[in-house]
């Protein structure tokens, strides 16, 4: 009897220990924003931790308005080179999948949408500049290829993802299911898991059965890293990181040794370029700013008469309008981040001119040219020579006109350490 309870005994902790060995875990990832390199790094690092920890799958949410097509295209080979199924769950209410965001959710193994959700509108658009009529026409075939190619691969409605490029057609979830763009309209991410369960899909690994039932679900947020590099990658961000890098850089020059400035200034310099790699930058906006920068320096040393600072502001705002070339808003700069920073600029500049003029003008208070002004005591006769008492010293002197010992002076200027006084009347 004893033996026939250690054996069940023995058999139900391996069966719980087998049970728990092969119930993987199921990772989810949050992306809402501009697919651009920070989203492509912070998706392709899960799916390869997940291909590593063999997850039973990983859950892409996704809220997008599109992006860049270099990062999507990466997104995209990332999700068929993986082993473990790749579930894009558009949510939540509201969310949309839109431009790039419709090439990455028709490449998952399991495309799902949220009620209140839109999928489409992926009609290319030269975000690194304006397209020629031959130019834009090679961008839309070469998307609508694309977009065929993936939908066809997961056997989804290729018809509609090339009306998708080619028309830009967006879709609710509903008519996205019933036209076989998606998988699954599920309110919540349990009700998905439940719907997936036993499904059938191919990864880079082969054939494989889903098992979402009871999972442990682990959500994973970005790292501090990724949420600094996603917040610089926005256009109106990195445009202020590079007016205070030359902000910067102008102070330590002009005061050398002050160190702080000049570091934030570089700081502030680095993280402009990096986030300038991740934007559709015209470099022409560029220079424009850089030569209103330099217009408004040269103001300090040059008398225009405000003819620089007037170029400075024109220059300026200009380049600022420039500097980001596209059409879509999410990667343009916003004039109500423009006009600040060019009023702001003009009036630094201003003031700091105003504050050289006004240390010019000023009389000096130290040295020999301090002196200029001042009133003394003869100490012996003066006319071509003579010693005068100014400023607790006794200095040589001479004068145009006889000044008896013990008459007030007033020095009219200094010459080769000698004074030429005058009477004080």
Not at 200 to 229: C, D, F, P, Q, W
Not at 390 to 407: D, Q
């Amino acid at each position: 009897m004893k033996n026939i309870f250690l054996i069940t005994l023995i058999l139900c902790i391996a069966a719980i220990f087998h049970a728990s060995q092969s119930c993987a875990d199921i990772l989810v990832v949050r992306v809402n924003g501009v697919v651009n390199p920070v989203m492509s790094e912070y998706i392709s690092k899960n799916i390869d931790r997940a291909d590593k920890d063999n997850a039973e799958a990983v859950v892409i949410e996704l809220d997008t308005p599109g992006g860049l097509d270099t990062s999507m295209r990466s997104i995209v080979k990332k999700i068929n080179a993986s082993s473990t199924p790749v579930i894009v769950y558009v949510a939540p209410g509201g969310a949309r999948a839109a431009s790039a965001g419709v090439f990455i959710t028709m490449a998952a193994h399991v495309a799902a949408m949220a009620p209140g959700t839109n999928i489409g509108a992926a009609h290319p658009v030269g975000v690194g500049g304006k397209m020629d009529k031959t130019m834009a026409e090679k961008a839309e075939n070469d998307a609508a290829a694309y977009i065929i190619s993936i939908a066809e691969k997961r056997k989804r409605n290729a018809e509609w993802a090339e009306k998708a490029v080619r028309e830009s057609l967006s879709i609710t979830e509903s008519d996205a299911l019933k036209m076989n763009v998606i998988d699954f309209v599920s309110s919540d991410l349990t009700s998905l898991l439940t719907a997936v369960d036993k499904k059938e899909i191919e990864t880079a690994a082969g054939k494989h059965t889903m098992n979402t039932g009871g999972v442990n679900i682990i959500y994973i947020e970005m790292s501090v890293r990724h949420k600094i590099l996603d917040i610089i990658s926005d256009p109106n961000i990195a445009y202020l990181l590079m007016l205070l890098g030359f902000y910067g850089i102008f102070f330590e020059l002009t005061n050398p040794g002050a160190i702080f400035p000049g570091v934030i200034g570089a700081l502030s310099l680095i993280l402009a370029l990096y986030s300038f790699q991740t934007l559709p930058v015209n470099y022409a906006g560029v220079m424009l700013i850089v030569l209103g920068i330099v217009l408004f320096i040269l103001e300090i040393k040059v008398t225009s008469f405000g003819m620089l600072t007037i170029g400075g502001i024109i220059s300026m705002t200009i380049g600022s309008i420039m500097l980001f070339d596209s059409p879509l808003p999410f990667l343009s700069l916003s004039l109500k981040v423009i006009l600040p920073a060019v009023i702001i600029t003009a009036l630094f500049f201003s003031l700091t001119i105003y504050l050289v003029v006004k240390a010019y003008k000023r009389k000096p208070v130290t040295g020999a040219e301090g002196l200029a002004g001042l009133t003394g005591e003869a100490k012996t006769d003066i006319h071509d020579k003579g010693q005068v008492f100014i400023h607790g010293e006794i200095w040589s002197a001479w004068s145009e006109e006889a000044i008896k010992a013990g008459e007030k002076v007033v020095v009219v200027e200094v010459n080769n350490l000698k004074l030429k006084v005058k009477a004080r009347k």
